[in-house]
């Protein structure tokens, strides 16, 4: 079994369990671990997202800290956030076509695309991007400066990492994120009123119009703002929080020279993807109820 | 242990006492060492003994177990925010592998410390730049706009003893100031330590292996083995020393 278990790297092995413990359901201790130290990082978490608040408002130089990161994490990801709209909204407009064609409601395509971005689809899926694309890449730089004690030269030197790293990171995903949100909802309109105009043959101003019709119906808050889209910008407000706040904790945790970069940035992206999928569908309820 | 040959009248610049730190195992056993104002001392010892995490005990970056340690008079547990800061301004490090912020020109980060502090203007802040990188035999206008990543292992090295001293503090923390560099590499950086211990009389405390350029540049060497000061005392001293490890110690190198 020794060699079965060299590939992970530890250098001592772990007593192997035999098969019949492994089979049993549920694994009291395996489940327990779990849970604790998921609550152990969320605790972490928090903790460090106190920390940054109360690091605001990050001292000198913290607006040149906010563009450069406002640069790296929105408008680098626009067109890949722009990609993933289109194709989406391409690929709902011919899933939607073939159920509505069966009653002749073709016209409903612009509604049922309009609902599906705003609400959901924009939101989760420019998250879930963004986690890929600028999680990975703040969980490596974070972790690579841990490694390698640019973290403790920065305190050395008087400035906080949380100040100088976290800080603007969390600000630029917490309002790029939305942005991109946005972004993705627009794309995936257009790619599905190309779908619906050349497959369908419904005009272009119909399908926009079914589209601001489904907005209208679904209501507004105040009497002005439409609910969908604060729904459409409140979550990715909070997959904008939630992802940035993660790499910045595995990037900050890293530990054991240059594979722990590796190690914290797919713990990010893993985390960061899983944990905006869950906030998701807590937060959908809680705006349902609210709104 | 009593420290050795510590001058009577000087007032400490560091200050451990009883100091144990433990991770997965212990560490630093009751350490005491006191450092001089205006003294070198070297910090020698095996691989993994405890040499990195004593400058970090100093840095005030962990705090120890059991004891306390003192820079410049004050007790870094009993500490706020602001002060620690104002400490850490008076203090340079070069760390073990340079550390030098790999987004930033090598200008920038050996501005970095004058920027973070308010205290220099731009234009001040750029002379002594300049003055700083020529004081560690670095054209500064060849390496000014370059990245750490094009830089050598020497130059790296140069360039963070160069971001430690551009502030000119009052204690220098050398880590490990020449490793990894080619003899004669290694030779020049002992050199200009030497150099600059003369010109900005710091206080220093240099961890090292290399036994050979430590009895060159220190005041004093402190031998760490087992979580211990086996051996703390002048170069000469050392060399008479009859204390076993440290005659072994001083056979290998
Ligand atoms: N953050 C940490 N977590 C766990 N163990 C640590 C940590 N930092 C240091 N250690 C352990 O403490 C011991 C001393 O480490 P330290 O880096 O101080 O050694 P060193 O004397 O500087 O060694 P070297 O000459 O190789 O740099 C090592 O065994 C190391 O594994
Ligand atoms: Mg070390």
New interface residues.
Partial sequence: MRSVLAYSGETTPRPVQPATQLCQFPQPLVVRRLFQSSILSLQDVLLLAWHTVRSLPGGRGAGARLIAQLDAVGVRSVPIVMLTGLFTGMVLALQASVQLKQFGATLFVGRFVAASMLRELGPVLSGIMVAGRVGAGIAAELSSMKVTEQLDALETMGAEPIRVLVLPRVIAAAIAVPVLALIADIAGLVGASLVSVMYLGVPISAFFQAAIDQVVIDGFVFGMIPSDLVQGILKPLAFGLILSLLACHHGLRATGGTAGVGVATTRAVVSASITILIADYFLTQLLLVLL | MSPHAFPAMAAAAVELDQVSVAFARPVLHEVSLRVATAETLAVIGESGTGKSTML?LI?G?QQPDVGTVSVMGHSLRAIGRAEQ?TL??Q?G?V???A????SLTTFENVA??L????VMAEPAIRTRVRETLALVDLDPDEVSQTLPAQLSGGMRKRVGIARAIAPRPALLLYDEPTAGLDPLTSNTVTALMQRLQQELRVTSVVVSHDVRAMVRIADRIALLHEGRFVFVGAPDAMRASDEPYTQSFLAAA
């Fill in positions: 970090r840095l970056l800061r850490r301004a203090i490090m760390f073990q592998g550390a030098l912020f790999d970095f410390g920027r973070e502090s308010g």
